[in-house]
């Protein structure tokens, strides 16, 4: 991009997270396959710690994924709090309370071990008007962070993992790691510097 470029033209293009929302809203399978690996597990853990069982949270993720589907050809980032983030978690939010309210109109009996299960598999509850502060768009950046390196890692074979893992992470020297991992120094700093771009790029990728 030109730095000299008139604002009005700057504005006009995309950036990298705008052009993986414009793939998803065009159902590539790849865009969409991103975005479920990396929300999808936030948005179960969103579910759960409303209260909702295993099983029904499972579902309800499902339900909101179907809803981003309908809705993301209307989605545009034109206020601050109108994050992609923050727009997944208000659709959370409403499929956790169109659940509680068909839950409540079909009350079931049930008895035996398996109910026993069940309960214990359940959450500790939380009340509607908590919904709110359980369900946030904001202050993701770890949990996506370590969601994206669980999906890096399934790319990399283990030895560079580590190697990526004793460098970038814990500091240890490359010369060390080398020795240790019965590799030469100079392959260390590559699977360093391939999984860090790696990173970069996934995390540049997705959706603020």
């Known amino acids: 991009m030109n730095p000299h470029d008139p604002p009005s033209r700057r504005n006009e293009l995309p950036s990298i997270s705008s052009t993986l929302l414009d793939r998803v809203r065009q159902m590539q399978p790849e865009a969409w396959g991103r975005l479920v690996e990396v929300f999808g597990p936030i948005v179960y853990r969103w579910c759960r710690q409303s209260g909702l069982p295993g099983q029904d949270a499972s579902d309800v993720v499902q339900e909101v994924f179907a809803s981003v589907s309908r809705g993301i050809g209307n989605f545009h980032r034109s206020q601050v709090d109108q994050s992609f983030r923050n727009w997944l978690a208000t659709i959370t939010r409403n499929r956790v309370r169109d ?33 709110d502060s359980t369900f946030s768009g904001e202050n993701l950046e770890g949990e996506i962070s370590r969601r994206v390196l669980d999906l890096v890692r399934s790319e990399f074979e283990e030895r560079s993992w580590l190697a990526f ?13 080398a020795e240790e991992l019965d590799m030469n120094v100079a392959a260390v700093y590559q699977a360093k510097s391939r999984i860090l771009r790696r990173l970069r790029q996934l995390l540049a990728d997705l959706p603020k």
């Open 165 to 177: 893992q004793k460098t970038a992470v814990l500091g240890q020297l490359p010369i060390e790691v």
């Open 99 to 131: 659940y509680r309210r068909r839950a409540a109109k079909q009350p079931q009996a049930a008895g035996g071990t398996e109910a026993l299960a069940e309960l214990q598999n359940v959450a500790d509850p939380v009340e509607p008007d908590d919904l």
